[in-house]
């Protein structure tokens, strides 16, 4: 015996396929975004010596010549809006240009950090940034100008 006719069920199964059409089709331009920019640093915090905070000559006088020991602390924000620290001395940071990516800071590792002991779930170090090096406000050069002026370039 044949089954009745019913249009709803073949515009139900229609609604489901074209549903799926506009979720795959949503998320290609996030990946593709995703992999090709480097996290955008929010926050640049430099971990200064105790003489360079009394003053604004003292922090000037310190980041004209700063040491590539002192730690720094980058936080980007992640893809869904998480930020996240990176914590390292400003010996592994070089300039970068690359052609095809929004990057302009890298990450040099010593080769015993390359592969980190990390959970599967978790994703790898980044070793890319975009730093905006533009000064904001009307206040002149900031610190951050002078430590960039000072940093290799790859």
Not at 37 to 63: N, Q, W
Request: charged share 20%; aromatic share 12%; net charge positive.
């Amino acid at each position: 015996m044949q089954e009745p006719y019913n249009p709803n069920l073949r515009e139900a199964v229609a609604l489901i396929a074209e549903l799926l059409v506009v979720i795959i089709c949503g998320a290609i331009p996030m990946l593709v975004v995703t992999y090709a920019t480097a996290p955008f640093v929010t926050y640049i915090h430099l971990k200064l010596p105790f003489y360079a905070r009394r003053s604004k000559e003292d922090l000037m006088k310190f980041v004209n010549k700063v040491p590539m020991s002192t730690e720094i602390d980058l936080t980007t924000i992640g893809q869904f809006g998480w930020p996240h620290v990176y914590r390292m001395p400003l010996a592994e940071l070089k300039k970068a240009k690359y052609a095809l990516s929004a990057a302009n800071l890298e990450r040099v590792l010593p080769s015993s950090a390359l592969k980190p002991n990390r959970s599967w779930w978790k994703s790898s170090l980044p070793t890319k940034f975009y730093v905006r090096n533009e000064p904001v406000g009307r206040r002149g050069p900031s610190a951050w100008q002078k430590v960039w002026a000072q940093l290799e370039s790859v």
